[in-house]
């Protein structure tokens, strides 16, 4: 069986799809990613072949419609509906390659993410099958919806009336950290960062427990000041609560971050998924690889709620779960988290209810058993 994967050219959506991909190609199957052509370097470092689309610059076709005209930022109540124009945008632009590839390649079967929409779109055109692989807490209807809306000269080209449906849905999270109401044949969620080289640290007798930072690359572009500025202090205040400190953050930005001072182990690029089971405590965006990372490893979480995307809901997610503490990024200090951080430490019940939640992953079917299912439907 030929199983073509198309990805938004970002790791977050990326990774959550390698497990499945791998299973695939451990069944025998031959696993071709289509993805943007700047991105295609981070799809071959984790094992597959690519097939590169023409390249799109992400925040251009975010920031501005078909026409080139600004999307001007609005309420929160419209933030969805921005992200999810955007991500039709995308899907538009890399919808008549994304035909021709599966023209010229011939699969038998597409995986995608919910937020992309060309592989949807490409596999109705042609007949092909397609599932829709969840990256964690399912994101709001309003994103499909919106793209949809951006999608109507695309539908109506092919005579659709509204964007395909899959055939199967994978759902990789916890049910009690899931959208209520979310469907989906579930499958054990496994965090995955890329080729890592593990530090020396990682495996030494702990006197205290470590605490993580991580940004990602987004959130210290957009505001690289204030950034900087709530990370060093955190990196001087943290260690005092009797915890190591390890900060992850790209190598561009851990450059006005070092030396560290006494109790941070380590500042730059970190392998998380090996570095998040280590911790008592996570510190993030609201990412959805930091939010699911943590709830696989039943981690208990500190999240910078910043209104991107999907982190708000996965930070309202994640307190209305009982899995950690959501802080408004917008008017943040130090002090705010260092007390959050203070509070899951200082109280078990954070980490039982986080130990909890984790558990649930142990009654889902893991990647090769979901893979061996593909192959008795669709191979």
Do not use: K
Not at 3 to 13: E, T
Not at 155 to 177: E, I, K, N, Y
Not at 248 to 270: C, E, F, M
Not at 296 to 324: C, F, H, K, M, Y
């Amino acid at each position: 069986m030929r199983v073509l994967v198309c990805s938004i050219p970002l790791l977050g959506h990326l990774n959550p799809l390698l497990p499945l991909s791998w299973a695939l190609r451990a069944e025998g199957h031959e696993v071709l990613v289509a993805t943007d052509e700047s991105f295609a370097p981070r799809v071959l470092e984790r094992g597959l072949p690519v097939a590169s689309l023409s390249p799109v610059e992400l925040r251009e076709v975010m920031a501005r419609d078909r026409a080139g005209r600004p999307v001007p930022h609005t309420a929160e109540a419209d933030r969805m509906w921005r992200s999810g124009r955007g991500w039709g945008r995308l899907g538009a632009r890399h919808l008549a390659e994304t035909i021709a590839l599966m023209r010229r390649w011939g699969p038998d079967l597409v995986v995608t993410d919910p937020v992309e929409f060309a592989g949807p779109l490409a596999a109705a055109r042609l007949g092909i099958p397609w599932i829709e692989h969840g990256w964690g807490i399912r994101p709001s209807p309003e994103f499909a919806l919106a793209a949809e809306e951006e999608l109507e000269p695309e539908l109506g080209a092919f005579g659709l009336t509204g964007l395909p449906r899959p055939a199967r849905v994978l759902d990789t999270c916890s049910p009690s950290l899931q959208r209520p109401g979310t469907f989906g044949d579930p499958m054990r969620y496994i965090s995955v960062t890329g080729p890592a080289e593990l530090p020396g640290w990682l495996d030494e007798p702990r006197r205290r427990p470590l605490v993580c930072l991580t940004f990602g690359s987004v959130l210290p572009s957009l505001a690289p000041d204030r950034m900087r500025t709530l990370i060093t202090r955190l990196m001087h205040t943290l260690p005092a609560l009797d915890v190591e400190v390890v900060v992850a953050i790209d190598p561009a930005g851990a450059q006005g971050l070092r030396p560290a001072p006494p109790g941070v182990l380590s500042v730059g690029w970190q392998p998380l998924d090996h570095v998040v089971p280590r911790c008592a405590v996570l510190v993030h965006y609201g990412a959805s690889g930091m939010t699911m990372a943590a709830m696989a490893a039943g981690v208990p979480q500190v999240v910078l709620t910043v209104p991107i995307a999907d982190a708000p809901d996965n930070a309202r997610r994640i307190e209305a779960s009982g899995l950690g503490i959501a802080l408004p990024a917008l008017d943040l200090d130090a002090e705010r988290v260092v007390a959050a951080c203070r509070a899951l430490l200082a109280e078990p019940s954070w980490r039982v209810r986080a130990a909890e939640v984790a558990a649930e992953q142990d009654y889902r079917p893991a990647p090769a058993e979901v893979a061996a299912g593909f192959t008795a439907a669709f191979g």
